[in-house]
Structures are given as structure tokens and as C-alpha cells.
């Protein structure tokens, strides 16, 4: 199994380069906010553009990553939605395999007989 890991860095990162030439490319990775949802892996970014104060989701949704940017004025206004590569996100170290308990209980073979 797959998931999803980002870092303030590797956000910053793939949303420069998805804005890049738009009026809402962020600024310094300095002056931006980094979150994680709890219990969920979503991830959100606050940083000014040329358009205003901007908004960024990177979360996955029916088998898929998407990245949204919203930009403030006076309401979010989703200026971007964008299906991201599973192939973008591994060369970009953000996708990290993962083995739960269960799968390794089945690998093993443990069955109670």
C-alpha cells in the first residue's frame, strides 16, 4: 500500500511548479503555512500570490491526488484543480510505501487453525 507524505518543502515545491506562470505562483517558502489534516492524508498550504492570500490542498480522492489552489477574494475561489501523477509524486519523494499490520499478518501466513 502507498501513501501520501509531504513536508512543507516538497508542497511548496510541487505547487510552484504547477503555478508557475499563473497570477497565483507562490512566493518565498518562507512566508507560507504548512499543515497535515488529522487523521487524514491531506495536506494545506497558506502563501501570498499576486492575486491575494492563496490557499493549496494535496489530498487523494477516489484512487487519484489532487491538488487544488484557492485564492481569497473576499471568498475561495478555487482558481485550480489538478489530478497529480503517481509517477510526479514518487519522483518527488511523496508517496512512501507502507505495509499495515494486517498485510504482513497475511504475508506471514499466520492463520489460527
Known amino acids: ?3 501520501l507524505k509531504a513536508n512543507k518543502t516538497r508542497l511548496w ?8 506562470g499563473t497570477p497565483y505562483e507562490v ?16 495536506y494545506y498550504m497558506e502563501c501570498k500570490t499576486d ?12 484512487g ?8 481569497d477574494r473576499g471568498y475561495w475561489d478555487r482558481v ?9 509524486l514518487r519522483r518527488r ?5 507502507l505495509t499495515t499490520a494486517a498485510e504482513r499478518k497475511r504475508e506471514r501466513g499466520n ?3
Open 51 to 62: 492575486e491575494g492570500p492563496c490557499r493549496a490542498g494535496l489530498f487523494p480522492a477516489m
Open 13 to 20: 515545491e510541487l505547487v510552484r511548479d504547477y503555478t508557475e
Open 111 to 113: 492463520h489460527h487453525e
Open 64 to 71: 487519484q491526488v489532487l491538488l487544488s489552489v484557492d485564492v
Open 80 to 88: 485550480m484543480l489538478k489530478r497529480i501523477s503517481m509517477n510526479d
Open 1 to 3: 500500500m502507498e501513501r
Open 27 to 42: 512566493e518565498k517558502r518562507s512566508a507560507c503555512r504548512f499543515w497535515k489534516a488529522y487523521r487524514r492524508p491531506d
Open 93 to 97: 519523494g511523496m508517496v512512501v510505501d
